[in-house]
């Protein structure tokens, strides 16, 4: 496995992350009008934290890349106890089924269960949010060949706190594109749509199926939406001429920037490598380091 690209998934999506945690849930106009276009990492802004600072997306990626090293294996248990124990440091971003998923957990719900009865009680519209792929890619490292594997650890990582098949066939989708994407795939999205459309939503599948193709939707949402969310960032991360280009394009979308320039991150940074990401945004990163050494032991894991 290329370690550059290797490096590059993790290192990208704190990148994405970070850039966009200070503009979150403002439109593309007020960040136009604000920033011009944001290209730094800025201090303040929507939840007033320094510069650089990461978010649930990153905090959450290092929960199941912690695990992933320490248990030598892909254990949902293990990772539903540390996002309980990360949610007990009281962090200032968490979204809404995440929270109610790890309120389940703390209340003796087994990590089978809480997203479920979390999916079961959600009405449509707020049942399917981006909150489990944000923080998957991790699990691409270590299970980069083993595509059965992969798609069932990515939908197992995703029903701890987004047990709806939107969300759980988002993972898959993500993190087989990126594991194409480190075996240098000519066609990544597409080798990945066609591993998993059997069982994945329709819906899911057809807001993907033009971007395989290479095609542009005319509108892309940056809602926290999963589809939306997958839509969007698979775009910038896939059709980008650089690493920068696509997390600062995610970012200048609007709406939801940390999450969804993190995704782009992710994809970008399996496409171009750790190497090609900014060194500005790198050395504002305070977890870069940590981030560095477990993609090292990930690819050891299994």
């Known amino acids: 496995m290329d370690s550059d690209r290797a490096r590059g998934i993790l290192l990208g999506l704190a990148c994405g992350d970070a850039l ?3 503009v979150e849930f403002k439109s593309a106009s007020k960040i136009s009008a604000e920033h011009g276009r944001l290209d730094e990492m800025i201090g303040h802004g929507t939840w007033n934290q320094p510069a650089g600072t990461i978010t649930d997306d990153t905090e959450q990626a290092l929960c199941i890349a912690r695990s992933l090293v320490e248990q030598q294996a892909f254990d949902p248990a293990d990772v539903a106890d540390r996002f309980v124990a990360w949610y007990d440091t009281g962090p200032f971003d968490i979204g809404g089924m995440t929270r109610r998923a790890l309120n389940r957990l703390k209340r003796g719900d087994s990590w089978g269960e809480a ?3 979390v999916w079961e009680q959600s009405p449509e519209g707020q049942n399917a949010g981006n909150g489990s792929v944000m923080r998957c890619p991790p699990l691409a490292i270590p299970y980069a060949t083993d595509w059965d594997r992969l798609a069932t650890v990515s939908r197992q990582s995703s029903q ?3 047990a709806d098949p939107r969300c759980t066939a988002g993972c898959a989708i993500l993190n087989l594109t990126v594991a194409g994407l480190l ?3 000519d066609t990544p999205l597409q080798d990945a749509l066609d591993y998993v459309s059997t069982d994945a939503p329709d819906e899911l599948v057809t807001a993907l199926r033009p971007l395989a193709r290479g095609d542009s ?3 892309l949402e940056t809602s ?3 589809v939306h969310s997958l839509q969007t960032a698979l775009h910038d991360g896939l059709v980008a001429d650089s690493a920068e280009d696509a997390i600062v394009t995610a970012v200048n979308r609007g709406g939801d920037t940390d999450t ?3 995704i782009a991150g992710a994809v970008a940074g399996a496409r171009f490598g750790a190497s090609q990401l900014p060194d500005r ?3 504002a990163i305070d977890e870069v380091n940590e981030l560095e050494g477990l993609t090292t032991q990930l690819t050891n894991v299994g």
């Open 260 to 262: 969804i320039g993190a």
């Open 183 to 185: 075996a240098d795939a």
């Open 217 to 219: 939707p005319d509108t």
């Open 20 to 22: 966009g945690r200070p």
């Open 160 to 162: 701890i706190t987004h």
């Open 224 to 226: 926290g939406y999963v």
């Open 115 to 117: 997203g479920q009865q």
């Open 281 to 283: 945004w790198l050395g």
